[in-house]
Each structure stands twice: as C-alpha cells, then as structure tokens.
C-alpha cells in the first residue's frame, strides 16, 4: 500500500519558519519526482515546487522562489520543504506528490495545515 504522510504543519508568526515532512512508503521512492502542492481556503490548488528522482533539478512557484527549498532523502524516502520568511499568503494546507518519472503514476498525500498569522 502506498502511503505519503506530510508532517511538520502549524501555527507560525509572519516571517518565521517551517519545514515540513513527506515520508513515503509502498513505492520505489528514487525513480519518482517529488512535489509539494498547496491550497488555501477558497482557492485552487497550485504547484509550490517539485524535485526531479534523482534530487538535481528544482522548481519553484514564482511566489516562493528565494523563501522555500525543497530537499529529499533517498535512503529515508522523505522528502522536505523549508520554508522561510512565511508571509500570511503562504496560509494553506500543503500535500507531497509523487509522480513516476516514466509511467507519470501519481499518488498523493492528504496534507498538512500551515498558518501564518500574528
């Protein structure tokens, strides 16, 4: 059974920090990509950012690049997100996806709350 559980949400003051938590299990976790996807209230779901199979090529939302790093762990199949200088817009329920690099089989994560505010 595959199984992604995003950990490491909560309560953060403008300009803190997080960093969240995706442990994978179920699957060959180096021959996907990994994403990080978030969704506010009242609002679509959007690409935060995504880490090629290997952990060499990264992509960022343009409304987080220079804030938010993602990393993963090929031996402990977790992948990270760091996420610095939080803004009251970062304010969302964030999910780890797992895409397969050749089939494009994709699992998803049920996520976890994120809240700036003062």
């Known amino acids: 059974q595959v199984q992604l559980v995003e950990s490491g949400g909560g309560l953060v003051q403008p300009g803190g920090s997080l960093r969240l938590s995706c442990a994978v299990s179920g699957i060959t976790f180096s021959t996907y990509l990994m994403g990080w996807f978030r969704q506010a209230p009242g609002k679509e779901r959007e690409l935060v950012g995504a880490l090629s199979a290997g952990g060499g090529v990264a992509n960022y939302a343009d409304s987080v690049k220079g804030r938010f790093t993602i990393s993963r762990d090929n031996a402990k199949n977790t992948v990270y997100l760091q996420m610095n200088n939080l803004k009251p817009e970062d304010t969302a329920v964030y999910s780890c996806?797992?895409?397969?690099?050749?089939?494009?089989?994709?699992?998803w994560g049920k996520g976890t709350l994120v809240t700036v505010s003062s």
């Open positions: 996806n797992a895409r397969h690099e050749r089939t494009y089989i994709t699992y």
